[in-house]
């Protein structure tokens, strides 16, 4: 059995909530996976407002049933925390309650893990109804097998991460008025739901399709889509900025309209409380054309974002979609060979949705997609069926015109989503 401590964060503003960070690695995990991660927590906990003060990481066959890492390790770590003045303690695992408890009689400071610290950034950055209602209900969802024992325990340490949310009030209360709160939630939600559909039925209306952005916390969704669409919805180098969903129409020289719509980015180990309490939102992605998967294509472990992604679209059951890779933050990337490196690699389309390089290759891209060419085809329809002849030239490439005494005749490239609807005008 290993240690290994990685480097601590000195300088923290006193203000702030001072951590101590762990990782368990197990036989199997590659070394620079359990860091990655544990890097990645550190963004999370100074996206809450933490200064990271130390981070550690243990290998062990397995992890303990009272405290998950080594005794001995946490008594380490307990002498860490106090030469550091630290006051949160933050694993990048799951955590049961059990172990939660023991951990923080031991080091006598705040406990929680990966999941509470993401509800709580959650927590911070709801700023609708909906997005409030939803991060509410994945806390208390989280919170209700802590609820023995627990309440003298948080009290005793206070406000600040992973209590944020729900509110003081609610962690004083018992399992019964904790149930009342979360069926009445979910009722809401299910009025938001319903509510969502209507707004999706509306845009079927338009006969516009739908395009969903999806990708990774901090891939640039949003700022693609501020990009496409003219709009200046919030963008920044932050994980988990946008929590609320927003659709735009998307308009180019020569191409039909589509409707786009941003999600909530994900990551890996994503709570589960989460995916269920965001399904009413996430239920966006069900009803999409076409997604376009957004990666940051300077990150380190870009394919292990893109992999996280996609195992969370199978889970939503929506990884049968059609897709577009837009391999995004190429004005990162150091020279043109490092960017055809990436794209011979994951294929997609190089863009920066920044400064708009590659954003006309994109939309390209997803206009084959959206309308896939069934091939040329010759149709001759009646003066008096417009409707038809409008589809034509709507929706596909005109080639070549001739107006008879009785019908028009034309070729024409058509969408294959046309072929049927215009089958009987092929000669």
């Known amino acids: 059995m290993k240690d290994d401590r990685l480097d601590g964060h000195e300088g923290a503003d006193p203000g702030r909530e001072r ?66 003045g630290a006051n949160l303690f933050i694993s990048d695992d799951a955590l049961s309650p059990i172990q939660e408890r023991n951990i923080s009689r031991t080091l006598g400071i705040k406990v929680i893990d990966r999941t509470a610290l993401i509800l709580d950034i959650f927590a ?111 963008a920044a180098d932050q994980l988990f900025v946008t929590l609320d969903p927003a659709a735009r129409l998307v308009t180019s020289d020569g191409q039909p309209p589509f409707i786009l719509t941003d999600t909530v980015g994900f990551i890996r180990k994503l709570p589960h409380e989460l995916v269920a309490a965001f ?70 389309v190089a863009i920066s949705a920044l400064d708009g390089a590659g954003i006309d290759d994109l939309l390209h891209a997803i206009d084959a997609t959206l309308h896939p060419l069934a091939g040329t085809v010759t149709l001759r329809i009646p003066h008096g069926e417009g409707a038809a002849l409008a589809l034509c030239y709507e929706h596909g490439r005109v080639l070549a015109r001739a107006d008879e005494p009785q019908h028009v005749r034309l070729e024409v490239e058509l969408p294959l989503q046309l072929v049927g609807p215009l089958a009987p005008y092929r000669v």
């Open 19 to 84: 951590a101590v960070l762990a990782a368990l690695r197990r036989p199997g995990q590659r070394r620079w996976e359990v860091e990655e991660s544990l890097e990645e927590l550190t963004g999370l906990a100074e996206a809450a407002g933490a200064a990271v003060v130390h981070r550690a990481i243990q290998e062990r066959k397995a992890p303990t049933a009272a405290l998950y890492f080594g005794e001995g390790k946490i008594t380490e770590l307990g002498e860490v925390a106090r030469a550091q």
């Open 124 to 234: 911070q950055r709801a700023r609708t109804s909906e997005g409030k209602l939803q991060v509410e209900l994945a806390q208390l969802t989280y919170l209700q097998p802590r609820l023995v024992g627990q309440w003298a325990h948080l009290e005793r340490l206070g406000g600040g991460i992973g209590t944020r949310g729900p509110g003081e009030t609610q962690l004083e209360s018992d399992r019964r008025v904790i149930r009342r709160r979360v069926m009445r939630i979910r009722r809401e939600l299910e009025r938001v739901q319903v509510h969502r559909r209507l707004q999706r039925a509306g845009r079927r209306r338009t006969g516009a399709p739908v395009v969903a952005l999806v990708g990774y916390t901090n891939a640039g969704k949003t700022t693609l889509l501020n990009r496409l669409t003219g709009a200046r919805l919030a």
């Open 279 to 348: 399904r009413a939102t996430l239920e966006e992605l069900t009803e999409a054309d076409v997604l376009v998967h957004v990666v940051d294509a300077s990150h380190p472990a870009l394919a292990e974002h893109m992999a996280a992604v996609e195992g969370l679209l199978r889970e939503l059951e929506v990884a049968d979609r059609p897709t577009v890779l837009a391999l995004n933050k190429i004005d990162r990337v150091e020279g043109r060979r490092a960017v055809d490196a990436l794209v011979a690699v994951h294929g997609g």
